[in-house]
């Protein structure tokens, strides 16, 4: 099993950054394929990016592409999520979520229902 805890969550303006991180407990950690997803007050909780095993493949949802990007650092159990021009609408507590995969070569689901571990969440506001 493994424990996730994110980070890096606050208030900025709309077209500034933030690095969001996911540090994750265990010895098992490359085992994972890795996912964010994020919720809003009265939204249902969406696929926001995944990334595989070893860090080749990436998934993105559309409303991301381009502004966000994962990435993982198996040497130090972490992944990232650096979101790049935030708009108003990216305002939600976002969600790390640890997916055990057989091979290395497996794709990364886009749904929650799939994933086996998640982390308490940390809120990210953007204003106008």
């Known amino acids: 099993q493994v424990q996730l805890v994110e980070s890096g969550g606050g208030l900025v303006q709309a077209g500034e950054s933030l690095r969001l991180s996911c540090a994750a407990s265990?010895?098992?950690?490359?085992?994972?394929?890795m996912g964010w997803f994020r919720q809003a007050p009265g939204k249902e909780r969406e696929f926001v990016a995944a990334?595989?095993?070893?860090?080749?493949?990436?998934y993105y949802a559309d409303s991301v592409k381009g502004r966000f990007a994962i990435s993982r650092d198996n040497a130090k159990n972490t992944v990232y999520l650096q979101m790049n021009s935030l708009k108003p609408e990216d305002t939600a507590v976002y969600y790390c979520?640890?997916?055990?995969?057989?091979?290395?070569?497996?794709?990364?689901?886009?749904?929650?229902?799939?994933?086996?571990?998640w982390g308490q969440g940390t809120q990210v506001t953007v204003s106008s």
């Open positions: 990334i595989n095993r070893s860090g080749g493949s990436t």
């Open positions: 265990g010895r098992t950690f490359n085992s994972y394929g």
């Open positions: 979520a640890a997916d055990l995969l057989r091979s290395v070569n497996s794709i990364v689901s886009r749904t929650a229902k799939a994933y086996d571990y």
